[in-house]
C-alpha cells in the first residue's frame, strides 16, 4: 500500500538575546581550573569557583603527589582515599557523600551560575557521575537544586530542600562513569546550582555491597560518589512527526516523534495518558480516524492519522501464456484513480510481454494494489547457424531449427529439423513446439569463397614417381605466378600457370639438394568477393 506521510515540524524559542545555545553556564565543570593542587579531603573551594555548601567537599586532582602510602588524606588521580578511578575527561574531578551508615551525614557541590536563569526558558543539565570503588554503600536520590541564593549546610546534615531535578536509580557502578541528563524549566532568576543527596536517610534508597578493598576505612561507611564533567545549557526546543498518516482500514503505521528535549505521545481526546510506545516511536493499527499528540517539555504539536476503506478488486489469478499471446488486463470501478506499473493511467491495459503488473488504485486517498504474474512457457530461441556464408561447389551450410514439434522452412518448403544450404539467399523457418507455442527465425546466407593456396615444404625429383615435381595448388586462385630461387637468390624457376611445375632442373641440369626460395603472386578473394591482389613468400627443400 502506498499511503501519504507527513512531517511536522515547529521550533519552539526559548533562548534570550544575551545568551546563544549550547554555551554552558557552569564555569570550570570539569574542575580543571585549581587555584593550586589539593593537599588533603575538603579542598573543593581550590576549583574556583565551586564551593561545598557551608559543608566539605573532595577535590581530586592528577596535580596531587602522596607523600607516603595510601590513605584517608590522598586526593590524587586516579588512585585515591575513596577508590581507583580516571577523570571522565581531563585529570581532576570532585568527590560527595551521599550517605553514612553511622551517622546522617552528607556532602555537596555548589557553584554561583554565570548567567541568571531566564523565566519559562529551557535548561539541559549534564554531569557524568560514579560509584567510588571503594564505597561500601550505594544509594539514590542524587539531586540537583537550583536556588537564588546560596544553600547552606548545617555541619554535615543534609539540606532539606527539594531539588528541581533528581536521579531515582540506584547509582551502582564503580567501573563506569553514567551519564544524567535532563531539562528544567526556569522559574526566574535561579543564579545558584547545588548537586547532593537532599533527603534525609528514610527517605533514602541504599544498597550495601560489603567490606569494599580501599586505603581508607572510612569508605567501610560510605555511599561515595566522584562527579565531573557538570554543564548547564540554554537549549532550543524543537518539536517534530514523521510518518504515514492516511490509512486503509486494517493497516498499521508508525509514527516518529523528534524532540531536542524529551517527549511522550498520547491521543488528543486523552491527552494527560501516556501511550505505551517505545521511546519516540509510536505503533498503532487506529480503528477511526484519531488524532494524536506529541508532548515536549512545555509544548505539544497534534497529528491526525485519516482511517478510510479501501476499494476491492482483482486482477485475477496468475497465468502461463506463450510469449507472442497478448492478454487484456481491466478493472472498472467508479470514482477511482489507476496507475499500472507500465505508466498507464487507464482502466484496462494489454499485456504484451510476461511479468509482474501491477495496478494502484486510489480512492479518497487510500490506496490499493493488487498483483498479477503473467509467466510465458518456455520458447528457446532458434539459432539457425553461426556460419553464415556459402560457396558453391566448395563449401555448404547446415541450419538447425532445434527441437520442436512441426517445422516448415522458406523458401524451400522443407519439413525437417535441418536443412542443407548451397546458395546464398534468406532463409526462415517457422515451428510449433510441444507446448504449443509458435516460433520462428531467420539467416541470410552470403556468398564467400576464400582462396586455400598450399605450397609443400619439400620435394624428391629422382624419378620414382613420388614427389618428383613442386608446384603449388589451391583453390579461388588467379592469375599466378611463381619464381623460384637457389641459395645465392639466383633464380631458377618461373611460371605463369598453376598446372605448370618445377623438375628441379636450371637450363637442363639438376639443381643440387638444398634450401630454395620462392615468390608467388596471386589474384584472391577479398572483402565481398571482390579480386584482391595478393603475395606469398617462403623456402621448401629439394632432395635427391
Not at 381 to 404: H, R, S
Not at 487 to 505: L, Y
Amino acid at each position: 500500500m502506498l499511503h501519504r506521510s507527513v512531517f511536522v515540524s515547529f521550533i519552539f524559542l526559548l533562548i534570550s538575546s544575551n545568551n546563544s545555545a549550547g554555551q554552558s553556564l557552569i564555569q570550570n565543570g570539569g574542575f580543571e581550573q585549581l587555584s593550586s593542587c589539593p593537599s588533603a579531603p575538603g579542598d573543593i573551594n581550590l576549583s574556583i569557583p565551586w564551593n561545598a555548601a557551608g559543608g566539605s567537599s573532595d577535590l581530586f586532582a592528577f596535580c596531587y603527589v602522596n607523600p607516603g602510602s595510601p590513605g584517608c588524606n590522598d586526593v590524587g588521580v586516579p588512585i585515591n582515599f575513596a577508590g581507583n578511578a580516571q577523570a571522565h575527561s581531563g585529570s581532576c574531578y570532585a568527590g560527595i557523600i551521599s550517605y553514612r551508615s553511622t551517622s546522617v551525614s552528607r556532602s555537596y557541590l555548589q557553584i554561583p551560575i554565570s548567567q541568571t536563569l531566564t523565566k519559562d526558558s529551557l535548561y539541559r543539565v549534564n554531569a557524568w557521575i560514579r560509584r567510588s570503588s571503594g564505597s561500601k554503600f550505594a544509594t539514590n536520590s542524587l539531586g540537583f537544586a537550583f536556588s537564588t541564593a546560596p544553600l547552606n549546610q548545617s555541619g554535615s546534615s543534609p539540606i532539606l530542600v527539594p531539588p528541581q531535578l533528581e536521579i531515582t536509580q540506584v547509582l551502582a557502578d564503580t567501573s563506569n562513569w553514567f551519564l544524567y541528563e535532563d531539562y528544567y524549566v526556569a522559574t526566574g532568576i535561579e543564579s545558584y546550582l547545588t548537586i547532593g543527596n537532599f533527603r534525609d536517610d528514610p527517605s533514602t534508597n541504599f544498597v550495601n555491597f560489603g567490606v569494599a578493598p580501599n586505603n581508607c576505612v572510612t569508605m567501610n561507611e560510605l555511599a561515595y560518589y566522584y562527579v565531573d564533567d557538570i554543564s548547564l545549557q540554554k537549549v532550543t526546543e524543537s518539536l517534530s512527526i514523521s510518518g504515514d498518516t492516511l490509512l486503509c482500514t486494517g493497516e498499521s503505521t508508525t509514527l516518529i516523534g523528534f524532540s531536542t528535549t524529551q517527549g511522550y505521545w498520547s491521543t488528543q481526546a486523552l491527552p494527560t495518558d501516556t501511550l505505551a510506545n517505545g521511546n519516540n516511536v509510536l505503533s498503532i493499527t487506529p480503528a477511526n480516524t484519531t488524532a494524536y499528540l506529541w508532548h515536549g517539555l512545555g509544548n505539544t504539536i497534534p497529528v491526525t492519522v485519516y482511517v478510510n476503506p479501501p476499494p476491492s478488486f482483482s486482477l485475477g489469478a496468475d497465468t502461463t501464456v506463450c510469449s507472442n499471446d497478448t492478454i487484456p488486463l481491466s478493472v472498472n470501478l467508479a470514482g477511482v484513480n489507476y496507475l499500472w506499473s507500465t505508466g498507464s493511467t487507464a482502466s484496462s491495459i494489454d499485456a504484451t510481454a510476461p511479468g509482474i503488473y501491477i495496478l494502484t488504485v486510489s480512492l479518497k486517498g487510500c490506496e490499493v494494489r493488487d498483483t498479477i504474474t503473467i509467466s510465458d512457457k518456455p520458447v528457446p530461441p532458434i539459432v539457425l547457424n553461426q556460419d553464415t556464408t556459402v560457396c558453391k561447389g566448395v563449401k555448404e551450410v547446415t541450419l538447425d531449427a532445434g527441437i520442436a514439434s512441426t517445422y516448415l522452412w522458406y523458401p524451400g518448403g522443407e519439413s525437417t529439423q535441418l536443412i542443407t544450404v548451397t546458395d546464398p539467399g534468406i532463409y526462415s523457418v517457422q515451428t510449433v513446439l510441444a507446448n504449443g507455442c509458435d516460433n520462428s527465425a531467420s539467416v541470410r546466407i552470403a556468398e564467400l569463397c576464400e582462396d586455400l593456396l598450399f605450397v609443400p615444404g619439400a620435394f624428391t625429383p629422382n624419378g620414382d614417381g613420388k614427389n618428383d615435381v613442386f608446384y603449388a595448388q589451391g583453390t579461388g586462385i588467379f592469375d599466378l605466378n611463381i619464381a623460384i630461387f637457389n641459395r645465392w637468390g639466383q633464380q631458377v624457376f618461373e611460371s605463369s600457370a598453376i598446372t605448370v611445375p618445377w623438375d628441379g632442373t636450371f637450363n637442363g641440369k639438376d639443381c643440387p639438394s638444398g634450401n630454395y626460395s620462392y615468390i608467388i603472386k596471386y589474384t584472391g578473394n577479398g572483402p565481398g568477393n571482390k579480386p584482391k591482389p595478393k603475395t606469398t613468400y617462403g623456402t621448401f627443400i629439394l632432395f635427391r
